[in-house]
Nanobody, 125 residues
Framework: QVQLVESGGGLVQAGGSLRLSCAAS????????MGWFRQAPGKEREFVAA???????RYADSMKGRFTISRDNAKNTVYLQMNSLKPDDTAVYYC???????????????????WGQGTQVTVSS
């Protein structure tokens, strides 16, 4: 049984930082493309960042330079370091796993096979 468990969300002031973690189990973690998506109230789920085999990464334009995705295959964990947070970053953040290598299809949400339950991030102004 595959599980993706996010942690690290919370309330932070604008300009602050948070680090999200996603611990995976039940899958061969090192073989999966891992990513983060988010969904704000009243909005559709959107792509945030992804990391694939060999260290390739992809970011949504609005997150470039502020967010960093990384992974630790020894710990079966993917991270999302979020800096310079803005109130518009307020959302539920979801961890995602894809068995396909393509960052493009991952970013489009087309190849996600597993989802986490989400963790709330709230940025106050």
């Amino acid at each position: 049984q595959v599980q993706l468990v996010e942690s690290g969300g919370g309330l932070v002031q604008a300009g602050g930082s948070l680090r999200l973690s996603c611990a995976a189990s039940g899958l061969t973690f090192s073989s999966y493309t891992m990513g983060w998506f988010r969904q704000a109230p009243g909005k559709e789920r959107e792509f945030v960042a992804a990391d694939t085999l060999g260290g390739g990464t992809r970011y949504a334009d609005s997150m470039k330079g502020r967010f960093t995705i990384s992974r630790d295959n020894a710990k079966n964990t993917v991270y999302l370091q979020m800096n310079s947070l803005k109130p518009d970053d307020t959302a539920v953040y979801y961890c995602a796993a894809s068995s396909r290598l393509s960052l493009v299809t991952m970013s489009a949400g087309q190849s996600v096979r597993y989802w986490g339950q989400g963790t709330q991030v709230t940025v106050s102004s």
